[in-house]
């Protein structure tokens, strides 16, 4: 299969930036569930998004329980002992790159494409494995849902992922229906039929639909890969499928305004991006900014799995 790939345009169309998507993008997403960007994320932007990831994991891989975000660290045990893999609620953490990023036209612009101007950021993350550390994630489906919008993951590597290295494999088309995971991996391993393993360098994007069967092996002496990960969805989506409320929804937007000024004061010669969104969903913002800046979920959108059947869970990506 031909994978499409896209680099930001030298020449915007009338009304869009040089980081929209076009049709034929749109189109390849659609049938395959998933979409490269290459060198999407500007070096300056990139640069200080690497040097927050080795913040966030500074911080968060000796913490102890009586930390105050130690409830947003996941460990995982090996044999070695304990191991850090994840950092939820990224804006809270003391690091201005993840706002910066999120109020980027190469975020924003792709989420409107995606989306529409009621685009809604509803999950944010960093995954990594730690050097040496090659643990498998296994297949799943990361939420499944009607299919009557475009649910999508923003995924920006920092680091290398090469083939055969524990890059991530998609099996493109399967997003269009709820899979039998464990059929997958016992019929087909990680040989499925189509699967595609992803090769990515630090300022790539991928973006997958929730729905594509994903994961990747085992391997043994791994370098560093770290993956920060911003979910999107319409509120139209939400507001008619859930799981959350139009107050919940406020919430998350009420991200945006931080976002977009941060990008506007660390790069005030950049492309800048034009928040559309409609009046029905444009949020109040208040002033008690750090209070929004982690904006928790009570409830996720149900995946699918093989070890643990099926989750309510958010996964491990």
Not at 83 to 89: A, E, G, L, T
Not at 203 to 227: F, N, W
């Amino acid at each position: 299969m031909t994978v499409i790939e896209q680099t930001p345009s030298s020449s915007a169309l009338t009304g869009r930036t040089r980081y929209h998507l076009t049709e034929e993008q749109l189109h390849f997403y659609d049938e395959n569930g998933y979409l490269v960007l290459r060198n999407w994320i500007p070096e300056p932007l990139l640069h200080r998004l690497r040097a927050a990831g080795e913040a966030w994991i500074a911080e968060g891989i000796d913490a102890s329980p009586d930390h105050p975000h130690f409830e947003d660290y996941m460990y995982a045990k090996r044999s070695t002992g304990r191991v850090m893999f994840r950092v939820n609620y990224l804006h809270n953490k003391g690091q201005s790159a993840s706002l910066e990023l999120l109020g980027s036209p190469a975020v924003l612009a792709v989420a409107e494409s995606m989306c529409g101007p009621n685009f809604v950021p509803t999950y944010e993350s960093m995954v990594f494995k730690q050097e040496g550390d090659g643990a498998k994630i296994a297949w799943h489906q990361d939420a499944v849902q009607p299919r009557n919008h475009r649910i999508f993951n923003y995924d920006l590597y920092l680091d290398h992922a090469r083939a055969g290295a524990g890059a991530l494999r998609v099996i493109p088309g399967t997003q269009k229906q709820k899979q039998d995971i464990c059929m997958v991996a016992s019929d087909y391993g990680w040989d499925a039929p189509g699967v595609i393993e992803v090769e990515m360098a630090p300022g790539d994007v991928l973006l997958h639909d929730t729905m594509i069967v994903h994961g990747s092996p085992k391997v043994e002496g791994k370098s560093l890969r770290r993956t920060i990960y911003y979910e999107f969805r319409a509120a139209e989506q939400i507001m008619s499928e859930g799981p959350w409320d139009r107050e919940w929804v406020q919430r998350r937007l009420r991200l945006l305004g931080p976002a977009l000024k941060r990008h506007q004061d660390a790069f005030p010669e950049a492309d800048q991006f034009t928040w559309n969104i409609s009046d029905d969903f444009r949020p109040e913002q208040t002033a008690d900014e750090a209070a929004e800046l982690k904006i928790a979920h009570t409830v996720h959108s149900k995946g699918s799995f093989c070890s643990a059947g099926d989750s309510h869970g958010k996964p491990k990506d």
